[in-house]
Nanobody, 115 residues
């Protein structure tokens, strides 16, 4: 059974930082591409960042220079370091593992940026 479990979401002030974590099980982690998505209230889920199995990283323009995705294949973990957080970053953040037609999601972790 595939499981992705996110953690690290919290309430943070504008300009603050958070590190999200996603623990994977039930997949051969090293061959999967990993991504973070987010969904703000009333909006569609949007892709935020990805870290492919061949170690390519990409980011949506709105987080470039502020967010960093990383992965640890030995621990089967993927992370999202988020700096200089802004209110518009408020959303539920989801971890995604994808390979060919297979795509798995975590349950999400809430990030709220507010003073």
């Amino acid at each position: 059974q595939v499981q992705l479990v996110e953690s690290g979401g919290d309430l943070v002030q504008p300009g603050g930082s958070l590190r999200l974590s996603c623990a994977a099980s039930g997949i051969i982690f090293r061959i999967y591409n990993m991504a973070w998505y987010r969904q703000a209230p009333g909006k569609q889920r949007e892709w935020v960042a990805s870290f492919t199995s061949n170690r390519n990283t990409n980011y949506v323009d709105s987080v470039k220079g502020r967010f960093t995705i990383s992965r640890d294949n030995a621990k089967k973990m993927v992370y999202l370091q988020m700096n200089s957080l802004q209110p518009e970053d408020t959303a539920v953040y989801y971890c995604n593992a994808y390979l060919s037609a297979n795509s798995y999601w975590g349950q999400g972790t809430q990030v709220t940026v507010s003073s």
